[in-house]
């Protein structure tokens, strides 16, 4: 240690006295300064430590997220799809596709429904201004009925879009479903305005009805130019250029038709992009399983793990050869989280509902040193042979016996068991109810608005005047409109509206005690007469005999039960027992969970991490303590040896004082004796 700097007569310590003070003391404070150097050894291993758990909680990290693929069943099960006929369509299939062979024909391609108005000038010639409303439905033996599941949509024409071209932007605009181009035929007056419905399908029909600032509204002049109803027996209107269609095909002899090209639910799991109609074509659709997936996944686990394996190994390992440890040579951390993890893995699963109950089973097996290894061609096999069970194998899976019972969650508290499910309340939907048959004729300004409550969210409508053929095509009507209200879209709100000899239920599609419908309005008394409410309730039952929270159609097990966590969606049945629910925690889960709590902020690694940050702390207290007494040892040896050296430059000067007097003393006495 430097000295830190002098007081005191001397300016230069030892220059009096020949000493070398600042040598002597540097000694002095350097055999005083062996604990700071031993502190600063003690600050460097704990640093080396941070450094060491942080690549353990990297490479327990890296584990956990190697476990994604496995920790969800739908992501273990992956197939593959093919058409022999490829220009037919394109296809592919979904985790949850079943593995078979499928004759399939395309009779017919979905269309979209295009009409087309007469021909204008330019594309600045003025049409009109008001309101175009677009509705969408089905047309049967001249008879327009609007599909009730996709609401009617109006669009403002304002005196400043009235040209061709300003119509065709305000739709285009407004996003409704339906699109508006123009297209020029060729002649002088070529300009055609085309609407077109964006959802091909034969429900998907376009009704174009105008309210035309000319307020006369069928005289085909202004925007009713643009009116199309062929039940209306409209002449000089738009006309229709593409009809409305659904694809139709053939699986297996049984017909089949969907509204769009892209058909989703013919075959589970399997979706279809259609791209060419060929009646006379027969071809085969193929479905077979797919193991790259899971054994990708399996692999990435293994590697992951093998991974941490060696990270504990380089940290730990001690040298034998060079007697020397490593960093975390008998830290207990790494051991901790070994022993856990070969606890995990090397243990076998239990419980009902397992087909498969240890790792070895899949492919996966220890080697000597504790890594481990994969066997792809077992895995492949194990696969094939049994794609749920080794899902079961890797991940936490929920089953219910019951086919109206669906296990949605299942948490990561539940204990794996059986558990039988009884149920003692359904979850029902708010409905309004009318007491009377409807009446089929709507009159604008007399019984044409309804003011609806859906879930708590209001809204009020207008439906479109005229007399109904049925009372189903008036509830399809009030249905759309309903659902295209702004107000009860803008939070997901929709109803369902029936009837039954004429009677009108408006449902929500919501479930539990949150959902409510209530109606009233002009047309309440002739739609539904005297309305009766109910609102909704919450499923209610118990999970292995706990009783569980309802909220809509799902049931929640219990905190601090067996059963904690697990949730179970109730679509409908009967009240009373429903048969079991299966709880079955695979490696991957037992895995995941463990790693959560590891690499968690009350984890072995962060607790360590936090232990050894304290100790460094602690070592910069310690050591600006032991500083400040250095420096007091160092000023207590330079004022000794100031002293010191005082002293001895004063001896020094007596010492040649006496020798100076003894040499003249001499130097007379011989005078004297000449």
Do not use: C
Request: charged letters at 10%; proline letters at 1%.
């Amino acid at each position: 240690m430097a000295i830190s700097g002098t007081t005191g007569s001397l300016a230069s310590p030892g220059v009096g006295s020949g000493l070398d003070v600042t040598g002597i003391v540097n000694k002095l404070m350097t055999a005083e300064s062996a604990p700071l150097t031993a502190l600063t050894k003690q600050e460097a291993s704990y640093t080396a430590k941070i450094s060491a758990y942080a690549a353990l909680k990297g490479a327990l990290a890296a584990l956990q997220g190697s476990l994604t693929g496995l920790t969800d069943t739908r992501s273990m099960r992956s197939v593959m799809a093919s058409l022999a006929d490829s220009t037919l369509a394109s296809v592919a299939a979904g985790s949850t596709a079943v593995p078979g062979s499928y004759s399939m024909k395309v009779s017919q391609l979905a269309q979209a429904h295009k009409v087309a108005s007469a021909g204008f000038s330019g594309l600045d010639s003025t049409v009109g201004s008001g309101t175009l409303t677009f509705s969408f439905g089905t047309y049967a033996a001249g008879v327009f009925t609007v599909n009730g599941e996709t609401a009617a949509q109006s669009v403002t024409i304002a005196p400043g879009q009235s040209t061709l071209a300003g119509i065709r932007d305000a739709v285009n605009a407004a996003g409704i479903g339906v699109t508006a181009s123009i297209v020029n035929d060729g002649t002088a007056s070529g300009n055609r305005l085309v609407f077109s419905s964006t959802a091909s399908g034969a429900a998907n029909s376009l009704k174009v009805s105008v309210a035309d600032d000319d307020t006369t509204p069928a005289d085909l002049a202004g925007l009713s130019q643009l009116a199309y109803d062929p039940a209306a027996l409209l002449v000089g209107g738009m006309t229709q250029k593409v009809a409305a269609q659904n694809a139709l095909l053939v699986i297996d002899g049984i017909d089949v038709s969907k509204a769009s090209n892209t058909v989703t639910d013919a075959i589970q799991g399997v979706t279809l992009n259609l791209t060419k109609a060929d009646p006379l074509v027969t071809t085969t659709l193929t479905v077979t399983s797919d193991t790259s997936g899971i054994s990708k996944s399996v692999a990435a686990f293994v590697k992951a793990y093998n991974d941490l394996a060696a990270t504990i190994s380089n940290a730990t390992k001690y040298d034998t050869v060079n007697k020397k440890a490593s960093v975390l040579t008998g830290d207990s951390a790494p051991r901790i989280i070994q022993s856990q993890m070969r606890a995990i893995v090397g243990s076998s699963l239990s419980g009902s509902g397992l087909t498969m109950t240890a790792l070895w089973q899949a492919g996966v097996s220890f080697k000597a040193d504790g890594t481990l290894a994969l066997d792809n061609a077992k895995l492949t096999a194990a696969v094939s042979r049994d794609a749920t069970g080794v899902g079961r194998l890797f991940a936490a899976v929920g089953s219910a016996s019951d086919s109206l019972v669906t296990v949605t969650g299942t948490g990561s508290k539940a204990t794996p068991g059986s558990y039988a499910l009884d149920v003692t309340q359904l979850a029902t939907q708010g409905k309004a109810v009318g007491a009377a048959a409807s009446g089929l004729t709507i009159t604008t300004g007399s019984n044409d608005t309804l003011t609806v409550t859906v879930d708590g969210t209001a809204a009020t409508v207008t439906l479109a005047a005229g007399t109904y053929a049925t009372a189903a095509a008036l509830a399809a009507e009030v249905q759309s409109k309903i659902n295209g209200a702004t107000a009860l879209t803008a939070v997901a709100a929709k109803v369902t509206v029936t009837q039954s000899a004429g009677v009108l239920t408006l449902a929500s599609a919501r479930y539990g005690s949150a959902s409510t419908v209530e109606v009233s309005g002009t047309g309440v008394t002739d739609l539904f007469g005297a309305v009766a409410v109910t609102a909704g309730v919450d499923v209610a039952g118990s999970i292995g005999g706990f009783t569980a929270t309802g909220s809509g159609q799902t049931l929640t097990g219990a905190t601090a039960t067996a059963v904690e966590g697990l949730q179970l969606q109730v679509s409908g049945g009967a009240t009373g027992a429903r048969g079991e629910v299966v709880y079955t925690q695979g490696y991957a889960a037992k895995l995941n969970q463990a790693l959560g709590s590891l690499v968690g902020s009350d984890g072995v690694v962060s607790a360590s991490t936090n232990a050894a940050n304290k100790r460094i702390k602690d070592i910069a207290d310690r050591r600006e303590v032991l500083q400040l007494r250095l420096q007091k040892v160092e000023a207590n040896y330079l004022a000794q040896f100031r002293a010191l050296d005082t002293l001895l430059s004063n001896m020094n000067a007596t010492s040649t004082y006496l020798t100076q007097q003894l040499d003249a003393l001499s130097s007379l006495t011989k005078q004297i004796n000449k």
